[in-house]
């Protein structure tokens, strides 16, 4: 099992970079993914913020999954939107363990 450290220090960089690259690519046709920016963007501040303690994301981890339908890839979008779903279901994953 991850831990949320490890899944942070894992996905966070790549997430970072992924994340508003399909924003800008796919929020056209696929608007709930600004939401997901938006809710990455607060993930990564509160988690910063925290420094080594374990931040408050349950809202955050919980308005993704209804976002996402529990990270559901559209069959249309492209291998780094599938990666940033898969990123933040293992992120979510192990902040939940």
Known sequence: MTTFTEAKEKH?????QFT????RVH???HPEFHEVKVLWDNIYKKSETAG??????????QRLR????N???P???CESYEAVYNMLEEVDTA???
């Open 66 to 69: 209804e976002v996402t339908a």
């Open 52 to 61: 080594t303690e374990k931040p408050e994301l349950d809202t955050e981890f």
């Open 20 to 23: 508003p690259i399909v924003n």
């Open 71 to 73: 990270y559901t890839v």
């Open 12 to 16: 966070f960089d790549r997430l970072n």
């Open 75 to 77: 069959g249309d979008v």
């Open 95 to 97: 902040y939940q363990a």
């Open 27 to 29: 929020g056209e046709n």
